[in-house]
Nanobody, 127 residues
């Protein structure tokens, strides 16, 4: 069973930085499709960034250039450095990956195929 765990959220002032991490266990492959999503209070969940199985990254326009997604040092981990944070970046951030049931899926920005989700980590950016 695929299990996803996020860490690294917190509170920071505008212009500051945070670093989120995502760990995926139980995966049958080392080549993962992993994406970050976020949901602010009262808003729909939206895609933030994705790293596909080939190591290519894709970003939402709102974070492009500020949140460089990359593989972590440990196996099946992912990091999301968040730089130049803005109050509108405040949200619960979720990491997600397709399980073997959706082996060929790696959607962005929609959520199709992402059926293993973490519990989320809160990011709060104050003005």
């Amino acid at each position: 069973q695929v299990h996803v765990v996020e860490s690294g959220g917190g509170s920071v002032q505008a212009g500051g930085s945070l670093r989120l991490s995502c760990s995926v266990s139980g995966a049958t492959s080392n080549r993962l499709c992993v994406a970050w999503f976020r949901q602010a209070t009262g808003k729909e969940r939206e895609a933030v960034a994705r790293l596909d199985r080939g190591g290519n990254s894709t970003y939402a326009d709102s974070v492009s250039g500020r949140f460089p997604i990359s593989k972590g040092n440990a196996k099946n981990t992912l990091t999301l450095p968040m730089n130049s944070l803005k109050p509108e970046d405040s949200a619960m951030y979720y990491c997600a990956t397709p399980t073997p049931y959706h082996l060929r899926s790696c959607s962005f920005p929609d959520e199709y195929g992402y059926d293993a989700w973490g519990q989320g980590t809160q990011v709060t950016v104050s003005a």
